[in-house]
């Protein structure tokens, strides 16, 4: 079995629990393959028993890689991600951030979570994408996400106008901040502090939220994840801020922008005693009561 991990780099004190996980890959006979920009930083301060592989890019991620492993927080997970593309590599998150949404599996169950992955008693999550399209080079290419495309003011700039098409028909102007369109795994994230709605990750759906909008009657808008949402921006800047998960570029306000369903899904893996509801519970304190 050979499992890639990818991390944007651990701190000092997070060393041991590498230590564990290499030490778990050998007790498995598991060959590493890592990342190589963290490769070059743990080296020098663990013992390395062993020659490792690592990988660069994602076309270095090759069809043997059977499972790629996540170590941080959300946001590392979403850059895994970008590597994973359209490979079906399951992910596994191990969270040494501070949430742990996505990355769900804490640093004391990387011996059960490997044991899961050998013994092949785990469950996939199939988490549906949104595929960005513009009429100019945006992302490198890299035009999906996992949680959310939002379209944003510039920091100094005053708000804009975000003319909004759904299926090619009229849907509304957002006189706003911005706009952001979330999947079903996005909406417990920057949509959800917004006040949009949870929405569940089976439920095939997009949430369509505003930022600090300047209409009192405008509200957050779940709608069929079939649908295009196409956008035109304007504003009193040249340019606005546009995102797809933890990546932005500057757009300029003659570009046009369309959202629709990515045509492949994102493999997360979930060990069997966690769920959605659990992480509700567990992670955004869903329907604690302090009187109780």
Wanted: hydrophobic letters at 40%; charged letters at 20%; proline letters at 4%.
């Amino acid at each position: 079995m050979r499992i890639a991990i990818y991390s944007r780099g651990l701190e000092s004190e997070q060393s041991e629990g590498l230590k564990v996980l290499l030490s778990e890959f050998s007790h498995y006979n598991i060959e590493p393959v890592i990342y190589q920009d963290f490769f070059n930083q743990f080296y020098s301060s663990i013992d390395i028993l062993h020659a490792y592989s690592t990988f660069n890019s994602p076309e270095e991620l090759l069809n043997e890689i059977d499972f790629i492993i996540s170590l941080g927080g959300d946001g590392t997970l979403l850059d895994t991600i970008t590597f994973v593309g359209d490979k079906k590599i399951p992910i596994l998150g191990v969270n040494y951030g501070r949430l742990g949404f996505l990355a769900s599996i804490g640093r004391d169950e990387i011996h059960s979570a490997l044991e899961a992955l050998v013994k092949r008693t785990f469950i996939i999550d199939k988490r549906s994408l949104l595929h960005l399209d513009a009429n100019m080079p945006l992302f490198g290419g890299c035009c999906y996400a996992l949680n959310e495309f939002t379209i944003h003011k510039k920091d100094t700039s005053p708000m804009i106008k975000i003319h909004t098409y759904l299926n090619g028909e009229f849907l509304n102007t957002y006189w706003s901040d911005g706009l952001i369109v979330a999947t079903p795994t996005g909406s417990t994230g920057y949509s959800l502090s917004c006040n949009g709605p949870v929405v569940f990750p089976d439920s095939a759906s997009f949430v369509i939220t505003p930022v600090s909008p300047h209409n009192l009657n405008i509200r957050p808008l779940v709608i069929p994840d079939n649908s295009i949402i196409s956008f035109e921006v304007e504003g009193r800047t040249d340019g606005f801020l546009c995102t797809l998960d933890s990546r932005r570029e500057i757009a300029s306000k003659e570009v046009l922008l369309a959202v629709r369903k990515e045509v492949f899904n994102i493999n997360l893996v979930r060990l069997n005693e966690n769920n959605f509801l659990q992480t509700l519970r567990n992670k955004l304190s869903w329907g604690l009561d302090k009187r109780n």
